[in-house]
């Protein structure tokens, strides 16, 4: 079976990111087994340093399409690929890409097929329509296969069942960081906000990791972490909370101000963006993941601590919907109910033995289930599929 795929793993804010690189890496390898030929189509910039020194460490310059822009350069290169090819599967990571690529479909339907990955919709609207119902639309005209991360995140999607219907959809797993094998970088001076690093280094801390932005709407949930931990911090002066990431000025501001009011700044620490490079460290010198997202269309900040052998308290959104089995791999909560996120926090910081265990447990399921190879597997049979089914 003779065809191509053309990945564009970036995003427009932020050019190539980390989980879709690793991704692309992995597809050349167990496509070029199957006789298939990958391309990669993706703009200069970089989410992360490094990310396309890998890419170009495992692809041929003739294979490489560097964007100037989103659409008519994406465009331009899946034509070129097609012409040289005869049949490609281009698999879009986005609405963006999705009306770029639209017109060639039209034109060449018999010979591209488009497979299209929902990161995020959040249902959001305009002029009170569903962005996911206007979406779907798109989808059910131009998309040969829809993939949804997890079975929530479909299921939270307007139209999600036309979407699916007659096997044009399915529900696949993305990829956790794989662990360094030569153990985790310690970030040097400077590398880490400082009173984070000692609070990280101190044995006597219990610390609460949650790697999330701040978002002005908190869709991430961090108003209601504070007002649901801060009884428990209160009782245990030697809880921390560690909230990771990039922030709106507005929203990060809102959530100090909720530190404040619950007399918690103390145990409340903000080291802001954490390079990719330290994140291992981070997660393996704390003590368990914390996650109050009210949605997530995968959720790697569940993941992600589970991969580095911690137990999460984790609303139930996401994979956690399916990953975090109460008292096995960690604690799930609904969104917004503080009295259970208190009364699992407690139970995490009174019985530090059993979470160690759940730590385990959870590392052993997600390195399992959650490899690169298992993604980009499934992805070379969707794309195979396509084609079978013209055959049928």
């Not at 070029?32 to 310059?61: M, N």
Request: glycine share 8%.
């Amino acid at each position: 079976m003779s065809f191509a795929v053309l990945i564009p793993p970036y995003s427009k804010e932020q050019g190539v990111f980390f989980n879709l690189a690793q991704t692309t890496v992995a597809l050349q390898q167990v496509a070029t087994r199957a006789g298939v030929r990958v391309y990669v189509a993706a703009p200069a910039q970089e989410q992360t340093p490094g990310l396309w020194a890998l890419i170009r460490q495992h692809y041929p310059e003739d294979r490489i399409f560097v964007l100037e822009n989103e659409t008519a350069a994406l465009a331009r290169a899946a034509e070129q690929v097609l012409e040289r090819e005869g049949r490609l599967v281009i698999h879009v990571q986005g609405n963006q890409q999705l009306r770029a690529v639209a017109p060639l479909k039209r034109r060449c339907p018999d010979r591209l097929k488009i497979v299209y990955t929902v990161h995020s919709f959040r249902n959001a609207g305009w002029r009170r329509i569903p962005y996911s119902w206007v979406v779907s639309r798109l989808m059910r005209r131009y998309v040969d296969y829809t993939v949804f991360l997890c079975p929530r995140a479909a299921q939270e999607f307007v139209n999600h069942d036309k979407v699916l219907a007659g096997g044009r959809g399915g529900v696949m797993i993305s990829g956790v960081e794989e662990w360094p094998p030569e153990g985790p970088e310690v970030p040097g001076p400077g590398q880490l906000e400082e009173q984070t690093r000692s609070v990280l280094l101190d044995p006597d801390m219990f610390c609460f990791l949650y790697l999330a932005t701040f978002h002005p709407n908190d869709g991430k949930g961090h108003h209601w972490l504070i007002e649901g931990a801060g009884p428990v911090l209160h009782r245990h002066r030697h809880v921390r909370l560690i909230l990771a990431g990039r922030g709106h000025p507005r929203a990060l501001a809102a959530v100090r101000e909720h530190c404040r009011t619950a007399n918690i700044c103390e145990q409340v620490h903000f080291p802001g963006f954490i390079d990719r490079r330290y994140v291992p460290w981070v997660i393996a010198q704390s003590n368990a993941g914390i996650i109050t997202s009210r949605s997530e269309t995968f959720g790697h900040t569940i993941v992600e601590p589970m991969a580095g052998g911690k137990a999460v308290i984790s609303s139930r959104v996401g994979v956690a919907q399916w990953l975090v089995m109460d008292f096995h791999t960690g604690i799930g909560v609904d969104y917004g109910d503080r009295v259970a996120l208190g009364r699992a926090i407690e139970y995490f910081v009174t019985h530090p033995d059993d979470v160690a265990q759940m730590g385990r447990n959870a590392q052993a399921l997600a390195r399992q289930l959650l490899t690169w190879q298992n993604v980009t597997a499934s992805h070379l049979r969707i794309y195979q599929s396509l084609w079978t089914a013209d055959q049928a």
